[in-house]
């Protein structure tokens, strides 16, 4: 049970968080504000705020489902995407050129590049995912607080028992939605940013805490016991891994590529930053901001498993098996292990930090994906079919609606669906509606002039057919199995497979990312009849807006500055942060090659590997992590006081609300537009102000 100490530390900074989010109310006058924070975003305000929206209570504990099934092993796979993270964080691969375009989401986006009706299909899919997706997050994530801080699992409110997830998923979600109502991005990612500074701290704390709990002797005896082909430590040694095996990884590497910027969880932390190179700077920061989140994460997976399985724990185990033991449904047992051992394992104040931290994160997250989800329905579904404009007040008064329909349909999905999947694979298949057809079509769009929209529905048609599909088969599974065990009798996967589909979330976004993009490559080709207009949607050259300043192309193409990203817009700062990260990465990438080489010719045995997680996974990056800290609790206040002081001279726009207009209808300097040549032309074109049609 927590004590008093713990729910001091957790609710303290909580009543802090509450008091600066009404205080932001009053600097959200316009769309731009609730929707993107006035583009007024620093690169440590982002930085910081992104990172702390990824402490999701749902996605630390879908971490440790996988952590307990694969130890230490997929994270040697992983380190495959290496160079694909690297890519992508410092060309500003995909990131870049979306902010160019000034879109608020991701719809908007595929109305300028493609079409309004292409536009309304897209964005009522996106929400569709989205939406499903969320709901299970409030069920996981106050189970995890029911667990975590040993609360019973039933309260008897006017004679009747009622789930005690179920009021914590109330009492939670009010106030997610007081964070996100107040003020929309501009609350958001300022509460945030502070969670995240009281969380860099709290991290470190946590680490200690366990580093003297736990000695690494036992963490490794405890992970050296595994069955052979599902070993812990030795990634060369899982070869009996259904789930979370290499071809998960693999999926993932490709997965990771193709999807850059699709999902649109936390959507508006694209376009929040002050223009296209702080947001680039955010995302390259984020290496190092993350460096104490990955250890202490890790560390805590590392002793539960210990706590679980070593001897010297065992007392503290059978109190977590008598826990686990009254849980009915195996899938809910198998999320809770973890949480439920941790909070037998951790003493008196060091508990209240991590549930503090994890609450800061339940709400980061939580208020993102609210705002995300009931914006998108709004900007994307809602305001492209209105004849009539509304004002910013009305406008934003409906996206509190919105925001407010999407956490009581999570409330209402938590209570009522019946997972069957891992979190992660429930997320890959959920995904998959929109993600399936979505990558193909944002950076075709984005990068290649001959995309057209044809090739786009094409894409996201199929891609969304696949994953509805799967989505179907997983929940009727039992259902129609012994009918298709009449028609095919001899068919080993449907014989073998009766309880569950034997196909996984994650194999079927395979098969919608490879059919999408072949579809929208070809359909493209075939209906191309003129090259799209990319200067006039960059607002590139005589395009350009001043109030952005920023410039686009390299002195020297094809330099080493060009190579990792670097452009006449990095200081001196600029580029040893980026060749720092470029340089820490590539030196991990080729540990990796030369190790699995190693392992191919003479492998390692448990001790070796053990000894190398040890160094990889905790004593360098806390060391680094140590110093990291300083500077981004520096790098955070100094956005942070910065932005309060723009938001004094900010003047807000009140026709920069997401939509767009055509080119004949806006008013623009003499030599802005020379004159409208096609379609294309004025699709290319975003403005402030609403169509007219």
């Not at 924070?37 to 702390?52: D, I, M």
């Not at 529905?457 to 057919?465: E, F, L, Q, T, Y």
Request: aromatic share 14%; hydrophobic share 50%.
């Amino acid at each position: 049970m927590m004590s008093w100490i713990d729910w001091t530390i957790v609710l303290v900074p909580l009543i802090a968080i509450a008091i600066i989010a009404f205080r932001t109310q009053k600097h959200v006058t316009s769309v731009s504000e609730f929707m993107a924070g006035g583009r007024l975003g620093g690169r440590y305000l982002v930085c910081n705020a992104r990172g702390e929206m990824g402490m999701a209570v749902i996605g630390m504990v879908a971490m440790y489902e996988l952590f307990y099934q694969a130890g230490f092993t997929i994270s040697w796979w992983q380190m495959m995407t290496i160079p694909m993270g690297l890519f992508i964080a410092l060309t500003g691969y995909v990131y870049y050129r979306y902010r160019e375009t000034r879109a608020m989401t991701l719809a908007q986006f595929f109305e300028i590049r493609y079409s309004k009706s292409f536009r309304l299909f897209a964005g009522s899919l996106g929400f569709l995912s989205g939406l499903i997706n969320y709901g299970i997050f409030p069920a996981v994530s106050s189970r995890f607080f029911v667990y975590f801080c040993g609360l019973p699992q039933e309260v008897h409110l006017l004679n009747h028992a009622v789930p005690t997830f179920a009021i914590i998923m109330v009492i939670y979600l009010t106030l997610a939605l007081i964070m996100t109502l107040t003020g929309g991005q501009l609350t958001v990612m300022i509460t945030d940013c502070v969670t995240g500074l009281i969380s860099l701290v709290m991290f470190i704390a946590i680490i200690v805490a366990l580093l003297i709990i736990f000695d690494w002797s036992q963490i490794q005896e405890a992970m050296s016991h595994a069955p052979a082909g599902k070993s812990m430590l030795n990634p060369f040694d899982i070869g009996q891994a259904k789930d979370f095996n290499i071809w998960y990884v693999l999926i993932g590497v490709l997965g990771g590529i193709y999807g850059v910027m699709a999902w649109q969880g936390g959507h508006a932390f694209n376009s929040c930053a002050k223009n296209a190179h702080e947001a680039k700077m955010g995302a390259i920061l984020g290496t190092w901001r993350n460096t104490t989140l990955s250890v202490m994460v890790t560390l805590l997976a590392v002793c539960a498993i210990t706590f679980l399985k070593h001897p010297d724990f065992a007392a503290g185990a059978s109190h977590v098996q008598e826990v686990l033991s009254k849980i009915a449904d195996p899938q809910i047992q198998n999320q809770m292990r973890m949480p439920v051992a941790i909070n037998f394992m951790l003493p008196i104040a060091v508990k209240g930090m991590l549930c503090s931290i994890m609450l800061f994160g339940l709400l980061a997250c939580d208020s993102s994906y609210l705002h995300s989800w009931g914006s998108i329905f709004i900007q994307d579904v809602i305001m492209p079919l209105r004849k009539k404009p509304l004002t910013p007040r009305q406008h934003i008064n409906l996206l509190r609606w919105a925001i407010i329909g999407v956490a009581v349909f999570g409330f209402f999905f938590s209570l009522l669906f019946r997972q069957t999947e891992y979190i992660l694979m429930f997320f890959a298949l959920t995904g998959a509606i929109f993600l399936g057809g979505a990558g193909s079509v944002i950076a075709g769009g984005l990068y290649w002039k001959k995309g057209t929209t044809a090739g786009a529905w094409a894409s996201m048609i199929s891609g969304s057919g696949l994953a509805v599909g799967g989505i179907v088969l997983q929940q009727c599974w039992k259902t129609i199995h012994p009918w298709l065990l009449q028609l095919f009798p001899n068919t080993h996967i449907i014989v073998d497979n009766a309880a569950k589909f034997p196909v996984n979330g994650q194999v079927m976004y395979f098969c919608a990312m490879v059919t999408s993009l072949a579809l929208y490559f070809i359909v493209s080709l075939l209906t191309c009849k003129q090259d799209f207009n990319m200067e006039r949607m960059l607002h590139r050259g005589k395009y350009a807006i001043a109030d952005d300043k920023v410039k686009v192309e390299f002195e020297k193409r094809w330099s080493w500055s060009s190579i990792i990203g670097i452009d006449e817009h990095f200081t001196k700062s600029d580029k040893l942060i980026s060749s720092s990260v470029f340089s820490w990465t590539m030196f991990w990438w080729i540990v990796f090659i030369v190790v699995t080489l190693w392992n191919l010719l003479s492998p390692w045995t448990i001790g070796w590997w053990a000894t190398y997680w040890h160094y990889y996974a905790i004593i360098i990056p806390l060391s680094i992590g140590v110093v990291t800290t300083v500077w981004f609790l520096w790098g955070g206040i100094t956005d942070l006081h910065e932005l309060y002081i723009d938001l004094k001279t900010y003047k807000s726009d009140a026709a920069d609300d997401g939509t767009v207009k055509l080119a004949e209808e806006q008013v623009m300097p003499d030599n802005y537009v020379d004159s409208v040549e096609s379609e294309s032309d004025i699709r290319a074109n975003p403005s402030h102000a609403n169509i007219q049609e």
